[in-house]
């Protein structure tokens, strides 16, 4: 068994009820290493084309990294993948927290689950023993209220849980998965593929101490680094801001999302920045295993008719703009709200304010009534109007069962040009960053392999200038010139390129985007270190590059057998149109053009056929992924 391994793999069939333990050689390991990467293998070796996402035959898999759970500052991360019910293709959601670290030290790299059961049940794990639970008694649940029965049925508070709420168990097509109440595989609907097997919870405990090659030399390093994160800016905006520090420039600048997209425009921005924030409803900051920065959010409202339990943590800038400037809401006390009840229901809020916005704008065009909506105001601004959708959504009740389907579907099936009021890549909604003053972030939503995602790559502003984190830190991969965040020209495509995989291998290992180069001070050389600290490999970034680049493949092989094709690496149709009010009026269009051409040279920088966008025979085999072509034949 390799370093940093336990060597083994649990598979579950819900439907049997069987689970065995599988023990893949070095050479898997080193092949596949762990994350997205490992998930797709099994994703593309034991699943058919077309399968249904609620079918018994989807696979749901969960995969911490090979650096998940070591001491090192930041990596407390996993990721589920699965097909999506969301958009069809390769779904694939990441989250910190603390269930990847200890499903480690319980003695499992990975758990593969097929099959469904025909009542609820949960997976109780610990130290490397497995029983399947009957779970009809929690069914329906919120997430704080099964936490609290799991700890207390198996007598242990310390138990880790990863879990659905009733969003999940009503396959709501955004539904995603919660660990610790507050850390979430967020996107994709994971949690409804969850909910289709009937599988409310995985509980995890674990005893066993990581097998890892040099723990001195870890430690080490993590402590190195904890030194200079605490004393670095980037690392402290996080630790005092959190993620809501993003609201503040977006809206001086002119481009926070509101109102569906129709503007970046937000007049009342101020109430919705993290300094307001702290002001008003923090109570703490929380963080992950392991983690030095604590870039989590705690609030608290506690006011007559509304209140907001802090167990649930609180809202990051993603949910802050989706849920409130998108559907025109800039009271934060609601927005805390909203995110509270979207975390005991388990439902992506970034999805979830687009569905809301989407609903919103149909209603003021005249395509929805009041009949339609249940007799809801659902006007821009009606803050209490989020809250009762939300609910809607998540019981599928009424409207609330037409959004459930996601923004993409549900205006399928409306029609009466619906169509134009919604904004995803893949059927996924877009979150709240934008493209036309970050083109980069724009090549990564148009071809991310599950739908839009802001975590696909660093984003522009890093690299802007010769003293930008990114150009002072990550020369190492060949990043050597700034390049304007605008610019859609050849070299942003070839940095994007090495961005996109660079942070894929984040998701490999299981290290948080926000601990390392360029979003933090831990460094390509160290993060290199800890790798080879901890399994003993003597590898190298170009290995971990060329990891990256597999699993890029792997997933575009698997969305190329879905039926995806070149026409789905695109953007929504508002960023290539300039901005409407605000400092920003009348300029920022992406020209439509020059990104095809830019999608078309990616392309060819990946060795994809130009045209098609498939990856070609000649680079599966330069990535030891030719049993891919035999598949196909
Ligand atoms: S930076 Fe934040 S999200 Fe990342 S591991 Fe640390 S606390 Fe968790």
Same mark, same amino acid.
């Given at each position: 068994m390799p370093f940093g391994y336990s060597g083994n793999i649990l598979h579950v069939n819900l439907s049997t009820k069987d689970t065995w333990i599988e023990h893949p050689k070095e050479i898997f390991y080193r092949t596949y290493w762990g994350g997205r990467a490992l998930a797709l293998y099994y994703m593309l070796d034991q699943m058919k084309p077309h399968t249904d996402p609620f079918s018994p035959d989807n696979l749901l898999i969960f995969a911490p990294g090979v650096l998940t759970g070591t001491p090192a500052p930041a990596m407390p991360r996993y990721t589920v993948c699965a097909k999506s019910p969301l958009t069809g293709a390769q779904g694939e959601a990441e989250a910190g927290g603390w269930w990847g670290p200890e499903l480690k030290k319980a003695g499992f790299d990975a758990i593969v689950i097929k099959g469904s059961s025909s009542a609820p049940v949960y997976l109780w794990i610990k130290d490397g023993q497995v029983e399947i639970k009957e779970a009809s008694h929690l069914w329906g649940k919120e997430t704080s209220m099964t936490q609290r029965l799991i700890r207390e049925e198996l007598a242990d508070d310390k138990i880790r849980i990863a879990q659905i709420g009733p969003a999940g168990e009503n396959l709501v097509r955004f539904a995603n998965i919660v660990n610790e109440l507050k850390h979430f595989n967020g996107r994709n609907g994971l949690g409804a593929v969850m909910g289709s097997k009937k599988l409310k919870a995985i509980a995890v405990r674990g005893s066993k101490l990581l097998n890892i090659y040099n723990l001195e030399?870890?430690?080490?390093?993590?402590?190195?680094?904890?030194?200079?994160?605490?004393?670095?800016?980037?690392?402290?905006?996080? @630790?005092?801001?959190?993620?809501?520090?993003?609201?503040?420039?977006?809206?001086?600048?002119?481009?926070?999302?509101?109102?569906?997209?129709?503007?970046?425009?937000?007049?009342?921005?101020?109430?919705?920045?993290?300094?307001?924030?702290?002001?008003?409803?923090?109570?703490?900051?929380?963080?992950?295993?392991?983690?030095?920065? @604590?870039?989590?959010?705690?609030?608290?409202?506690?006011?007559?008719?509304?209140?907001?339990?802090?167990?649930?943590?609180?809202?990051?800038?993603?949910?802050?703009?989706?849920?409130?400037?998108?559907?025109?809401?800039?009271?934060?006390?609601?927005?805390?709200?909203?995110?509270?009840?979207?975390?005991?229901?388990?439902?992506?809020?970034?999805?979830?304010?687009?569905?809301?916005?989407?609903?919103?704008?149909?209603?003021?065009?005249?395509?929805?009534?009041?009949?339609?909506?249940?007799?809801?105001?659902?006007?821009?601004?009606?803050?209490?109007?989020?809250?009762? &959708?939300?609910?809607?959504?998540?019981?599928?009740?009424?409207?609330?069962?037409?959004?459930?389907?996601?923004?993409?579907?549900?205006?399928?099936? &409306?029609?009466?040009?619906?169509?134009?009021?919604?904004?995803?890549?893949?059927?996924?909604?877009?979150? &709240?960053?934008?493209?036309?003053?970050?083109?980069?972030?724009?090549?990564?939503?148009?071809?991310?392999?599950?739908?839009?995602?802001?975590?696909?790559?660093?984003?522009?502003?890093?690299?802007?200038?010769?003293?930008?984190?990114?150009?002072?830190?990550?020369?190492?991969?060949?990043?050597?010139?700034?390049?304007?965040?605008?610019?859609?020209?050849?070299?942003?495509?070839?940095?994007?390129?090495?961005?996109?995989?660079?942070?894929?291998?984040?998701?490999?290992?299981?290290?948080?985007?926000?601990?390392?180069?360029? @979003?933090?001070?831990?460094?390509?050389?160290?993060?290199?270190?800890?790798? @080879?600290?901890?399994?003993?490999w003597k590898t190298t970034w170009f290995e971990l590059m060329k990891l990256g680049e597999r699993s890029i493949n792997m997933a575009r092989v698997f969305n190329y057998r879905e039926g995806f094709t070149s026409k789905d690496d695109t953007l929504p149709e508002v960023f290539f149109h300039n901005f409407k009010g605000g400092p920003l009026d009348g300029q920022g269009a992406i020209n439509k053009e020059d990104f095809q051409k830019a999608v078309r040279l990616r392309y060819q920088l990946m060795g994809w056929n130009p045209d098609s966008g498939i990856p070609t025979p000649a680079k599966l085999i330069e990535l030891d992924l030719e049993w891919l072509i035999e598949k196909d034949k």
């Open positions: 030399k870890v430690r080490e390093i993590a402590q190195q680094i904890s030194r200079r994160i605490m004393d670095n800016p980037l690392s402290n905006d996080l @630790r005092n801001l959190g993620t809501p520090a993003t609201v503040r420039p977006l809206y001086e600048a002119g481009c926070l999302p509101s109102y569906n997209w129709t503007t970046g425009y937000f007049q009342e921005g101020e109430a919705l920045t993290a300094e307001t924030l702290n002001k008003t409803i923090l109570k703490g900051t929380k963080g992950c295993y392991a983690c030095p920065i @604590r870039c989590k959010r705690v609030v608290e409202v506690d006011e007559s008719g509304l209140k907001v339990d802090p167990a649930y943590g609180g809202p990051e800038y993603e949910t802050i703009a989706s849920l409130g400037s998108l559907c025109g809401v800039s009271d934060l006390n609601y927005v805390a709200k909203a995110n509270e009840l979207c975390n005991k229901y388990t439902m992506d809020t970034i999805s979830t304010g687009m569905v809301i916005a989407f609903a919103m704008q149909c209603c003021e065009e005249g395509l929805l009534t009041k009949e339609d909506t249940g007799e809801v105001e659902l006007t821009f601004g009606n803050k209490k109007a989020v809250l009762e &959708m939300i609910e809607k959504i998540a019981h599928r009740e009424g409207l609330g069962d037409l959004l459930s389907q996601g923004s993409y579907l549900a205006a399928q099936k &409306m029609g009466k040009g619906s169509e134009k009021f919604i904004h995803q890549v893949k059927g996924q909604e877009i979150p &709240m960053h934008e493209t036309r003053i970050k083109t980069g972030v724009g090549l990564s939503y148009a071809l991310s392999d599950y739908g839009a995602d802001h975590m696909k790559a660093p984003h522009d502003p890093f690299f802007k200038d010769k003293d930008s984190v990114g150009l002072k830190e990550m020369k190492g991969l060949g990043i050597l010139e700034p390049v304007s965040p605008t610019d859609i020209e050849e070299k942003k495509v070839v940095l994007f390129k090495l961005l996109d995989i660079y942070w894929t291998v984040f998701d490999i290992l299981g290290v948080c985007d926000f601990g390392y180069v360029p @979003r933090s001070l831990g460094t390509m050389e160290e993060l290199l270190e800890i790798i @080879r600290s901890t399994t003993g």
